[in-house]
């Protein structure tokens, strides 16, 4: 996969909207300080990223996205989710970029470039890879019945970090409606 990350700068949007809409402010450091933090940990997390270190990779980047959200910083969490071989979160994680993605205006779609074309190519690659499991009830189970899954995985992983296994644990429950329904899901 290309490296569209490196194309803009994770926050050329933000500075040049701001700049347009006259919402910058110069009197809002923690403001700054937050983005200033969110600017090192989205360096530091593609850094360990393209070093291979997934794990610490994918946290920074999470962070980076939580404390300030760029849709730089999505598609790149994402695509660091999809090599570290957690197929069903950089799904999730590619949707979310293009649910993002299609709230833009033209003018901001177009400065992302290459990303939604890329985000859709694997959303679609890795689709099928995410694991589904299905639950059935006897007939007759009352209202009320839950059923609770505990699984373990050994997630795969490309790269430099490709001999480095972990164990992934996973837990869902679901509770049953009177009609025989899905009423509740946890994961």
Known sequence: MATPWRNCGRHGERWENE???GSFSLSAPAAAQDIAAAEALFERG???????RYETGCKALAESERIDPQP???????????QWGRIATAVARFKDYLARFEQMTPVEQARQGERPKLARQERDR????VPRLALSLPAGA???TTAAVLCWTEPRHTGPAAGARRRVRSR?????DSAGRVAKEEI
């Open 72 to 82: 730089g910083t999505l598609f790149t969490l994402a695509s660091c989710e999809a």
């Open 19 to 21: 700049w347009r809409t």
């Open 142 to 144: 009352s209202a009320g």
């Open 172 to 176: 869902a429950r679901a509770a049953v």
């Open 46 to 52: 593609l850094t360990d990223m393209q070093a291979g």
């Open 126 to 129: 890795l689709l099928p890879q």
